[in-house]
């Protein structure tokens, strides 16, 4: 199995091109060892809220270990602080706007038996022929996109990430074959647009897999904070904590259309 190319780019300009050409940007040692040692220790202690749709097995049952934990900012100050780490952040604001925000954050420890997935898109709002995505006159913009913060470092067994860059334009669904894997360091991260197709494989080691999850978007798309229906609610010192980038971040915005 092939990894795919991890090449950070200095230039902010040039980390937004890597996202309109193959799908992804990579930003290398995001979170120093400290941060990811703390975010680790945070996700142990987090059980999940039937109502917020969170999926937590004990190990004790015979399926294999599964904690995903939505409004992960909601729970604990580590997991706010990463709203807006230094390199991920600009991306999105980069490819969203200036008044991006965040549709949702998840906590996501998977154990040794976790199962490959189906390879998948997440969302694709714009769907155009072939040819037409060829031409370079057409730059379909990126709605949503997602950043995986890794907590480990990451290797076969452990069930890496695969992708297939550049099918972010493509209309059929790629074969296995064309899969590329991410092997990068714990605290490196990841940053996606939602509609290249990717999974993710199988644990087939002997520890837990460690990630975090943060979705972006153009204003425009809802934020995905569950139990809806007006049940969610912040937690009073999160909003205590938010400097302006975070509150905005988190749905603070100028009234606008549709306010």
Partial sequence: MTSAPLVYHPEMEDQ????????YAYIPRALNADRVA?????????????????????????Q???????NAFNRDRAFFDCLDVDGVIDIAEGVHGSDCHVIGMT?????????DQSLHIDC???????DITADPRVRIPIFITTAHFYLNDMYEELGPTKFVP??????????????????????????????????GTANTSDEKRYLL?????QRMITQK???????????????????????????????GAYD
């Fill in 16 to 23: 937004i091109e890597a996202m309109h050409a193959i799908g």
């Fill in 38 to 62: 703390e975010l680790k220790h945070r996700m142990d202690l987090l059980t999940g809220i039937p109502d917020s749709f969170d999926r937590d097995h004990d190990e004790k049952t015979d």
């Fill in 64 to 70: 294999f270990f599964q904690k995903h934990i939505n």
């Fill in 107 to 115: 906590a996501w420890v998977t154990g040794p038996g976790r199962p």
């Fill in 124 to 130: 694709k709002l714009i769907s155009l022929p072939d």
């Fill in 166 to 199: 550049g099918t972010h334009v493509k209309q059929d669904r790629p074969a296995p074959s064309e899969e590329l894997r991410i092997l990068c360091n714990a605290g490196d991260a990841i940053i996606f647009r939602s509609e290249i197709w990717h999974r």
């Fill in 213 to 217: 999850q943060v979705h972006y978007a």
């Fill in 225 to 255: 904070f569950p139990p809806y229906l007006n049940k969610f609610q912040f937690r009073p010192e999160v909003l205590e904590w938010t400097s302006d980038r975070q509150r905005r971040l988190l749905g603070g915005h100028r009234p």
